[in-house]
């Protein structure tokens, strides 16, 4: 994936949950932050960003949107509206084995009580491979729900980086189809490339760190993904790096 039309700037403060003060060119302007977790340990004063333009400005209150900020020697994205373009370049890609049967048949699919980030459908049922033996799996469909994970310390990432009850109702989603049949999934995208193991972040989130836990006992696949993030020419480049050992005990 590639983010075109970038600038450069210096993080100043953040106002809100959502907004951003940042100096470019010695002007100060502000920027759409989008990015629900705290984000303390790459938000602070003097903080390398890159900036994107806004589209469509006229129903918005800031011109510019947050995209990505420098940290410890590397680009890390903090904008979660790559989040579903980016599962979705994995999925039609076949890199993760635990999806490679596996293709994108609907986005916000409403589950439950929940929308759940994809709906998969499995390519090779019913068909038959080279030597006549019918392929076949346990369910046709998967539920898979994408979470985004910033927070790495010494090549550890953690999720969440604050308390969510909209992940924990997520994850019983997934539990809850698995028990009715259906084959789920929960896709943590790491988008920097200095993750070498994920967990749940018990510390901040012993409730959803707990469900993730009994999610795995249910059969639940949890998967982890890195990204490399190349910046040349006002354009940020990302692409799949590696899949991260997960460790879920506390």
Same mark, same amino acid.
């Given at each position: 994936?590639?983010?075109?039309?970038?600038m450069e700037g210096t993080f100043k403060e953040r106002p809100n949950r959502f907004t951003v003060l940042f100096e470019a060119k010695g002007v100060l302007e502000m920027a759409h932050l989008r990015d629900p977790g705290r984000l303390?340990?790459?938000?602070?004063?003097?903080?390398?960003?890159?900036?994107?333009?806004?589209?469509?400005?006229?129903?918005?209150?800031?011109?510019?949107?947050?995209?990505?900020?420098?940290?410890?020697?590397?680009?890390?994205?903090? /904008? =979660?509206?790559?989040?579903?373009?980016?599962?979705? %370049?994995?999925? &039609?890609?076949?890199?993760?084995?635990?999806?490679? $049967?596996?293709?994108?048949?609907?986005?916000?699919?409403?589950?439950?009580?929940?929308?759940?980030?994809?709906?998969?459908?499995?390519?090779?049922?019913?068909?038959?491979?080279?030597?006549?033996?019918k392929i076949t799996n346990t369910s046709r469909k998967m539920l898979l729900e994408v979470k985004g994970c910033t927070l790495v310390e010494e090549g550890h990432g953690k999720f969440p980086d604050a308390p969510t009850l909209r992940?924990?109702?997520?994850?019983?989603?997934?539990?809850?189809?698995?028990?009715?049949?259906? /084959? =789920?999934?929960?896709?943590?995208?790491?988008?920097? %490339?200095?993750? &070498?193991?994920?967990?749940?972040?018990?510390?901040? $989130?012993?409730?959803?760190?707990?469900?993730?836990?009994?999610?795995?006992?249910?059969?639940?696949?949890?998967?982890?993904?890195?990204?490399?993030?190349?910046?040349?020419?006002?354009?940020?480049?990302?692409?799949?790096?590696?899949?991260?050992?997960?460790?879920?005990?506390?």
């Amino acid at each position: 994936m590639k983010i075109p039309n970038l600038m450069e700037g210096t993080f100043k403060e953040r106002p809100n949950r959502f907004t951003v003060l940042f100096e470019a060119k010695g002007v100060l302007e502000m920027a759409h932050l989008r990015d629900p977790g705290r984000l303390k340990e790459l938000l602070f004063s003097g903080a390398r960003l890159l900036i994107r333009p806004a589209q469509n400005i006229a129903n918005r209150k800031t011109k510019y949107d947050v995209i990505a900020v420098w940290s410890e020697g590397i680009w890390v994205l903090i /904008n =979660s509206g790559f989040h579903s373009a980016l599962a979705g %370049e994995l999925i &039609e890609s076949g890199i993760i084995g635990e999806l490679s $049967d596996y293709r994108v048949e609907k986005r916000e699919y409403t589950f439950g009580k929940s929308r759940i980030d994809f709906l998969l459908k499995n390519i090779h049922i019913g068909v038959t491979n080279p030597s006549n033996t019918k392929i076949t799996n346990t369910s046709r469909k998967m539920l898979l729900e994408v979470k985004g994970c910033t927070l790495v310390e010494e090549g550890h990432g953690k999720f969440p980086d604050a308390p969510t009850l909209r992940g924990k109702r997520h994850l019983e989603e997934l539990i809850n189809a698995k028990k009715e049949g259906m /084959n =789920s999934s929960v896709l943590f995208l790491i988008p920097r %490339e200095d993750a &070498e193991v994920f967990s749940p972040n018990w510390e901040m $989130d012993p409730d959803f760190s707990r469900t993730l836990q009994q999610a795995e006992k249910e059969n639940v696949q949890i998967i982890a993904y890195s990204f490399t993030l190349n910046y040349h020419k006002n354009e940020l480049d990302l692409k799949p790096l590696k899949k991260v050992k997960i460790r879920v005990k506390p």
